[in-house]
C-alpha cells in the first residue's frame, strides 16, 4: 500500500515539473498564409501576436482568417509537446494528447 503511494507521489511530482517544463518552452507558429506569427507557451499561453503586413488594404476576413489558422496551428503544438512530455513520464502516449 505505501509502495503504491509513494509511487503516485512521485508522479505527481513528475507532472509538476512538466507543467514547469511546459510553461518554459515557447514556440512561434506562421499561418499558412503568413499574415500572422503567433509566440505561445507549452501551457496554451499567448505570449504574442505579430501581424506581419501592414493592415492598410488588408480585408478583414482575411485577417480573422489568419488568426483562425494560427491559432489553431499553436493549440495543436502545444498538444504536440504536451504528449511529448507526459510520454516521458508515463511511457505511452494518452488518449486526447497526441
Request: charged letters at 30%; a positive charge; zero cysteines.
Amino acid at each position: 500500500m505505501l509502495d503504491k503511494l509513494k509511487a503516485l507521489m512521485d508522479m505527481q511530482k513528475k507532472m509538476q515539473d512538466v507543467k514547469k517544463e511546459l510553461d518554459n518552452i515557447d514556440f512561434e507558429v506562421l499561418s499558412s498564409d503568413g499574415l500572422v506569427k503567433l509566440t505561445m507557451n507549452g501551457s496554451q499561453e499567448l505570449k504574442q501576436v505579430k501581424i506581419t503586413v501592414g493592415l492598410a488594404g488588408l480585408e478583414v476576413n482575411n485577417l480573422e482568417s489568419s488568426l483562425k489558422d494560427a491559432w489553431n496551428r499553436a493549440i495543436k503544438r502545444s498538444h504536440e509537446l504536451a504528449a511529448l512530455k507526459m510520454k516521458d513520464v508515463t511511457g505511452f502516449n494518452l488518449p486526447g494528447l497526441t
